[in-house]
């Protein structure tokens, strides 16, 4: 008997421990159920963050004209190829990036690297080329004496009176950034990149094309940041942007890539290609690269695309004498076999300011302007 009650209460006590960890289990489900349907309801009130974009949006996939301008058309469009980590962009914080250099926090010694400001216009360096009024450096297979021959023919690219955009300017590496101190010495930490689109490539093609809204000259301005969040695959992204912009706008002549320099010496110093005016008034001299084909029959118009350079570089000088550096002729391709106006142009190098860069990019527009008038039906 004795033993026979030990195994009865035994039994007794599996039973209601069973019976309590059911009842626990039945209410832990209750109250995630419960949790589930405020959490659904909650999905349901808040608009999802991508549904939360306009028509500015950085995802949109074709360009669309701006409200206050049906002249002006922005695109920002991006493909799949930026899906890559980029672990070298580590963005500086925008309250540092806004700041003046006045304002800016002291440069810890070991951090300070020497700025040498430099006029790159080599108008009397006789290991660049200099004819018909430009300076050029030749880094093809061409002689002087063929380059010079074939800019002895006129551009053919002829401007309409359209309300179509006839100019594209769009950044592959739109994220490049300047220094954002007017000193002697720049800080190394800086890593020069900026996804601010008012510092950043972005904001001197806005000062450029300011230039033709104010002349009432239709244009687009891509603003994808095609190196962000990868470097690598940016230029297969513009591709991408500049192929599909081009077949909805057929009427677009020039289509300019806005890039910045980095002159940098192994010790760490760096160079502005800087313009200073009689007044102080500092400029970043501009260089206009122009791909030559290397046999490949890749960038099959070239020759127009050069004699595009050309008349670019005398409009820069007639606008702002002494902004242009040499014009960069070489075996590459930056996507100039796009289109017959296709150029590649570096405003100033990353030791030049924002503000020296965005005083370029206006020169730059009013060049463009003056192309405009100059080569239209």
């Not at 994808?224 to 695959?233: A, E």
Request: with cysteine.
């Amino acid at each position: 008997m004795k033993r026979y009650r030990k195994r009865k209460n035994k039994g007794a006590a599996l039973v209601f421990l069973s019976a309590l960890i059911l009842a626990c289990s039945l209410f832990l489900s209750y109250e995630v159920l419960k949790s589930e349907e405020a959490y659904s309801a909650m999905q349901k009130k808040e608009q999802h963050p991508l549904e939360q974009f306009n028509e500015d949006n950085v995802l949109d996939t074709e360009p669309k004209p701006k409200s206050v301008n049906p002249k002006k058309e922005e695109s920002s469009l991006q493909t799949d190829e930026l899906s890559e980590e980029n672990e070298a962009f580590e963005k500086v914080p925008l309250e540092f990036e806004q700041k003046t250099s006045e304002s800016l926090p002291p440069i810890p010694k070991d951090c300070q690297k020497r700025v040498i400001e430099a006029d790159l216009s080599y108008k009397d360096n006789k290991t660049f080329l200099h004819t018909h009024k430009i300076s050029l450096k030749n880094s093809t297979q061409y002689s002087d004496a063929e380059i010079s021959a074939i800019l002895d023919t006129d551009m053919k690219m002829r401007f309409k009176e359209t309300d179509e955009p006839q100019f594209l300017i769009y950044h592959t590496h739109a994220t490049e950034s300047f220094n954002p101190r007017d000193e002697e010495f720049y800080d190394s930490r800086y890593n020069w990149r900026s996804r601010d689109n008012t510092i950043n490539m972005v904001s001197v093609g806005d000062a450029a094309l300011c230039e033709l809204e104010k002349a009432d000259i239709p244009y687009i301005h891509d603003t994808s940041q095609h190196d962000y969040p990868s470097y690598n695959g940016s230029y297969k992204s513009s591709f991408n942007s500049v192929s599909q912009i081009l077949s909805k706008n057929k009427e677009i002549k020039v289509a300019l890539d806005l890039h910045r320099d980095a002159i940098e010496k192994d010790s760490g110093e760096i160079t502005k290609p800087v313009l200073i005016l009689e007044d102080g008034t500092k400029l970043a001299q501009i260089m206009i690269i122009a791909n030559c084909d290397d046999g490949s029959n890749l960038i099959p118009n070239w020759r127009e695309n050069l004699r595009f350079a050309k008349e670019l570089y005398l409009a820069l000088e007639n606008v702002c004498p002494g902004i242009c550096r040499p014009i960069l002729l070489a075996n590459r391709k930056y996507n100039q076999q796009l289109s017959t106006g296709a150029l590649l142009i570096e405003v100033g190098g990353h030791a030049n300011t924002v503000l020296e860069a965005k005083r370029s990019g206006k020169v730059l527009g009013l060049a463009l302007k003056e192309i405009y008038e100059d080569f239209k039906e």
